[in-house]
């Protein structure tokens, strides 16, 4: 069974202010699949969270055109995706429907098992250490 765990981290200096993003891919064997340490420009908090897990969203998709993966966890510290994007939570801000909605799509189209969970800030630091790359590339 092939299994890749998916950690993201998004976060803006001020809010809004200068905001990044950070993905981290390890497959199985704890061996690192892929990494993204990206500048957004300008972002809230939430803003740069969302657009971290839809830029994992986005590598998925590639990834999967030329490799077999039965199952995806991700792990994202920001319990407001986690949340909204498991339909527990209402989403107020309009900003956010439209990224939540995005995530709706790209995770409707995956052939393989997935879920969506919160971790602790401490257990994401490879995604929080990329983030804070992109920022302090700037």
Not at 103 to 114: N, R, T
Request: with cysteine.
């Amino acid at each position: 069974m092939s299994r890749l765990k998916i950690y993201t981290d998004g976060g803006s200096r001020g809010n809004p202010g200068p905001a990044g993003i950070g993905v981290y891919v390890v497959n199985e064997r704890r061996e690192p699949v892929f990494k993204q340490s990206l500048f957004i420009g300008r972002a809230t908090n939430n803003e740069a969270e969302y657009k971290a897990f839809l830029a994992s969203l986005e590598w998925l998709q590639g990834y999967l055109k030329t490799t077999a993966i039965d199952e995806v966890k991700w792990f994202l510290d920001s319990k407001l995706v986690v949340e909204q994007v498991n339909k527990n939570w209402k989403i107020k801000e309009d900003r956010l429907k439209e990224f939540v909605k995005l995530a709706w799509k790209l995770l409707s189209s995956l052939e393989c098992k997935y879920q969506i969970s919160h971790v602790r800030r401490v257990d994401n630091q490879e995604a929080d250490g990329l983030v804070n790359q992109a920022l302090d590339a700037i």
